[in-house]
Structure formats: structure tokens, C-alpha cells
């Protein structure tokens, strides 16, 4: 935020967005929601928050060396027709999976780099 010529307002409504949505957000719909009309500044601002928002030195979820758990989301359902876009009739699905490092010398040991 400090020397940028972007309003501070603009600023604290980037970090909500970003925080609030999902982390997949491009530069081009940030530009938009934002009301922005340049792209370099959109991409600036949505660069600069996601290297804030990253600790380099985090621990993974499960906290063993080699071993994390990777955790996703999705909607699940059948087709809607008729009633638009939209999550009807769906249900929320969350999914967690326990990556562990293979046993040397198993015939496995190779696919997936031994996950």
C-alpha cells in the first residue's frame, strides 16, 4: 500500500475480497469487482496480497516432514434445468487425504514420486 497511487479504500476492499473469496481469483475478475480500470493495477494489488498472506516458513496440516493433508471442497448434484446457475438441489462435499511417503523397495515405490 505504501507510495501506490490505488486509494486506501480500494485497498482494504482488495484484502476483503481476497480473504473472503475463493483463492483461485484472476487478476481480470479482481479488476473488474474492484472497478478498476487498468489490469497492470489489478494484478499488482492481487500479487502483493497473496505474497502477504504467505509464510514461507508455515507448517503444513499433520506437521511431520514428508506427510501433510490435502483438503478440497465441492458441490455435488444432479443437473438443474430450468432454474439457472446456481448450487440447487446440491449438497457441500469437503474431502481431507493424508499424504504419506511410500516404504523403500515396494513394487509401488515409484508412481507418484512415492506418495
Known amino acids: 500500500m505504501e507510495r501506490s497511487h490505488t486509494p486506501l479504500s480500494t485497498w482494504f476492499w482488495a484484502a476483503y475480497l481476497m480473504s473472503s473469496q475463493t483463492p483461485g481469483m484472476s487478476a ?5 469487482q474492484l472497478g478498476l480500470s487498468l489490469y497492470e493495477t489489478a494484478f499488482g494489488i492481487l500479487h502483493k496480497l497473496r505474497a ?7 507448517d503444513k496440516i499433520g506437521g511431520r516432514l514428508q506427510e501433510h493433508v490435502e483438503v478440497d471442497e465441492t458441490w455435488v448434484g444432479g443437473r438443474t434445468r430450468g432454474e439457472g446457475r446456481g448450487v440447487h438441489h446440491k449438497v457441500l462435499v469437503s474431502c481431507a487425504v493424508e499424504v504419506r511417503r511410500r516404504k523403500p523397495g515396494t513394487k509401488l515405490d515409484n508412481r507418484k514420486d512415492g506418495r
Open 28 to 32: 481480470v475478475q479482481f479488476q473488474r
Open 52 to 58: 502477504g498472506m504467505v509464510r514461507p516458513e508455515r
